[in-house]
């Protein structure tokens, strides 16, 4: 019955959510009706000592990014910055191939390692833009950026720098550019499929939109060069900062009790990203500033446009929590780990997928299959010559699958970001980073199983 609570609890989620129903309240509203079924787990203890611990861990960590990031999205949008890269995007792709330009853009800057909320809020007014001149409906940006940032950026493409694909590396003694041609193949196929369902969701619309007429910010617009350059700024100076300067300074004083009592690694990443972001603001106040009526109401507004994405990711945290808390968590992973347990990549892919989904985190799935089950999975590849390599691949291409359900916090800061609803944005977000990835994930499991890595 415990487990039943659970299931119930996260199909209640995903449907509440759907339907429209915010997921500050409805989050913790499910956490505790799955705790009414856990056999006496207290409901306020539950709520005070589990979810809201966890929910103000995550803001403790993340608001910096998510309000420098809007910051940084409502000055690129209200300077005209946006609106100038998105027409020498136009120019270059063409103006009726805004999704595909979207999607690139996207990747482009997940590829180059910038976070995946910062690049929603950075892209969000460059895609509202094309697609308003375009004439795609709006209801699509999500699904485009989600594409773009979610999905072959994130898991197979070799190299990448995200975090999903760098959790397997320990386990596997791998590298980031694990099974390189089996990636890029699944990389392809999720890519493909994706732009061929959205650009046949935009051609077959019903509730196309005339083209917008210029805006004064349009007429008035500046050159794109002072939007490129902020962009760039964020991209290069998060890795120079997290691969060059900050490995190197002596951050030996993190160890002590009143920093934290850390490694430095579990803070570069985040310093670079706000030294990056900030630099990037900084350079957009002043190469824009004669384009910027009021900066100080649009910095006060970027502000509090993180408010909700932030605190709506926070409460999936939360929930996400409770849930992995619970007794009959425990029985939920084992069951799932159990599942083909003689054919490694098979259950590898199925455990994380299914983890995943639970969790609502690909990186959170990933984790708990990969600590109960790597080593297993490594004796048997040494057994029977499986390279690790495709382990690894397959490992990283299955966490990002089942991650992206409707309770997924990304998911939920996107539609935020975008102003959209589940209802009328969901679908697409799930045709192309669950279905497709996990289709990819399939074809590069029989691939490596017949062909092995390569």
Request: glycine share 10%; aromatic share 10%.
């Amino acid at each position: 019955m415990e487990v039943l609570g659970v299931f119930l609890s996260l199909a209640g989620l995903m449907y509440f959510a759907y339907k429209g129903i915010n997921v500050l309240i409805l989050a913790p509203i499910m956490a505790l009706f799955a705790a009414l079924w856990q056999g006496g787990n207290p409901l306020l203890a539950t709520y005070t000592q589990v979810f809201m611990p966890a929910l103000g861990s995550y803001l403790l960590q993340y608001f910096p990014l998510f309000m420098l990031g809007a910051i940084f999205g409502k000055l690129m949008s209200v300077s005209g910055a946006a609106s100038s890269i998105g027409k020498v995007i136009a120019s270059i792709v063409g103006e009726k191939r805004a999704i595909t330009a979207v999607v690139l853009a996207c990747a482009l800057l997940t590829y180059g390692g910038v976070s995946l909320f910062v690049v929603a809020f950075c892209m969000y007014p460059i895609a509202k833009n094309l697609f308003n001149q375009a004439r795609i409906p709006e209801r699509l940006i999500p699904g485009s950026i989600a594409l773009g940032s979610f999905t072959f950026t994130m898991t197979a493409l070799p190299g990448t720098p995200a975090i999903q694909n760098a959790i397997p590396m320990p386990f596997f003694g791998t590298t980031a550019f694990a099974a390189p041609g089996l990636g890029t193949i699944g990389a392809i196929i999720m890519l493909s499929l994706g732009l061929l369902w959205l650009n046949k969701r935009a051609s077959s619309a019903s509730d196309v939109i005339d083209a917008l007429a210029p805006t004064e910010a349009d007429l008035d617009s500046p050159s794109y060069w002072v939007g490129l350059v902020p962009l760039l700024i964020v991209v290069l100076g998060n890795y120079i900062m997290s691969a060059f300067l900050l490995p190197k300074m002596d951050l030996s004083f993190l160890a002590l009790e009143q920093w934290g009592g850390i490694s430095s690694s579990k803070v570069i990443g985040l310093w670079s990203l706000i030294t990056s972001l900030t630099m990037a603001i900084i350079a957009l106040l002043i190469l824009a500033r004669k384009y910027l009526k009021s900066p100080i109401k649009s910095l006060n507004q970027g502000t509090m446009d993180s408010l909700l994405p932030i605190f709506n990711t926070a409460s999936e945290v939360g929930y996400g929590a409770c849930i992995a808390s619970f007794a009959s968590f425990s029985i939920i992973k084992e069951t799932v780990l159990g599942i083909a347990p003689d054919m490694p990549l098979i259950s590898e892919a199925i455990a994380i997928n299914a983890l995943a989904g639970i969790t609502g985190s690909a990186s959170g799935g990933l984790s708990i299959a990969l600590q109960s089950l790597a080593d297993i999975y490594l004796q048997m590849a040494q057994k029977t010559g499986l390279d690790p390599e495709l382990l690894h691949r397959v490992a990283s291409m299955s966490c990002g699958g089942f991650d992206t359900l409707p309770h997924n916090g990304a998911v939920i800061t996107l539609l935020g970001i975008c102003g959209m609803t589940h209802k009328k944005s969901y679908k697409d977000i799930f045709m192309v980073a669950v279905l497709f990835p996990f289709f990819a994930t399939t074809v590069v499991v029989i691939l490596g199983t017949l062909l092995g890595s390569f």
